[in-house]
């Protein structure tokens, strides 16, 4: 699936484009179930075990920013998780043993899709080595006016970076501390059908949606078999095993010399990123004014 220099640039920027993953049919299936939940939506008040809310929800107005663990409400997302063509791109950077973790989907609605702020995936959750990466299917044209993913080139070959605000973790990093040039940023843009994989310790985050298009971004979090994650896996080893899409399981983790800093003391606001990034005073992105309407 992918080119040498694809596979360079990964290894340069931590973060690539593939164009033409999914198909036209595969998109639109994609958009018309995701605009089913949104309207299913309308009778919510608060978060719930499916559904992250933007702070100016209303049944007038549904307004979801997440959707948690779409692969288990919904086939349409489900057979992504061993879409051939995306197995192949993580076989090509890390061989042939692969395995799932979780997936979630972000929504950037037109006007006033919320912000992700600066952060390394690899604070959230570190493994033995770091042979993982988030893979996002891209259900829009994402360009730079919509809030596309931003990543700082070679960051992911750096330190993992403090997520930790008053002494609990926050899922992002204070921009005031300037850690990393984030004018550097590059965007991740591309059409829909198109996939972005981005390392699990590049710094990256997301600017508001202030376009008037959508910006649905379909996560899937996938790591090397032989890479286990520190925190452990509460449901066991048959279940963690039954997460691979190909190869091999084993029980050999792989162990690199990688920095590791856990996600410790827990975030007071639990329940996705955008909750716990409420924890963070020194915010980089600033809302969009329709947010408020």
């Known amino acids: 699936m992918l080119t040498q220099a694809q596979k360079d640039e990964y290894e340069r920027v931590g973060a690539i484009v593939v164009p033409d993953v999914l198909s036209a049919e595969e998109v639109a299936e994609l958009r018309a179930v995701t605009d089913g939940f949104v309207e299913r939506a309308r009778g919510l008040t608060a978060h719930d075990a499916v559904y992250d809310l933007e702070d100016s929800h209303s049944a007038a107005q549904p307004r979801v920013r997440r959707i948690k663990s779409p692969h288990l409400h919904h086939d349409a997302y489900g057979r992504l998780v061993k879409h051939p063509k995306i197995v192949a791109v993580l076989q090509d950077l890390w061989g042939p043993d692969i395995r799932f973790d979780t997936a979630k989907l972000n929504m950037k609605s037109a006007g006033f899709g919320a912000a992700v702020e600066w952060h390394q995936d690899w604070a959230f959750y570190p493994h033995t080595n770091d042979d993982l990466a988030a893979v996002g299917v891209c259900m829009d044209d994402m360009d730079l006016e919509n809030g596309p993913l931003l990543v ?142």
């Open 152 to 293: 700082i080139p070679g960051s992911h070959r750096g330190p993992v970076f403090d997520h930790h605000a008053e002494g609990r973790f926050c899922g992002a990093m204070d921009p005031s501390r300037k850690e990393v040039d984030y004018s550097a940023a590059v965007p991740l843009t591309g059409k829909a059908g198109s996939i972005t994989v981005h390392h699990v310790r590049a710094v990256h985050g997301s600017a508001p949606n202030t376009s008037d298009r959508e910006r649905r971004l379909l996560l899937f979090q996938f790591r090397a078999a032989d890479a286990w994650p520190l925190l452990g896996f509460p449901d066991g080893l048959e279940k963690y095993d039954a997460l691979m899409v190909a190869g091999t399981p084993g029980i050999e983790p792989r162990l690199a010399p990688v920095p590791v800093r856990l996600p410790l003391p827990p975030a007071d606001l639990q329940g996705s990123i955008y909750e716990n990034q409420k924890g963070l005073k020194n915010k980089f992105f600033d809302a969009p004014k329709a947010a408020a309407e």
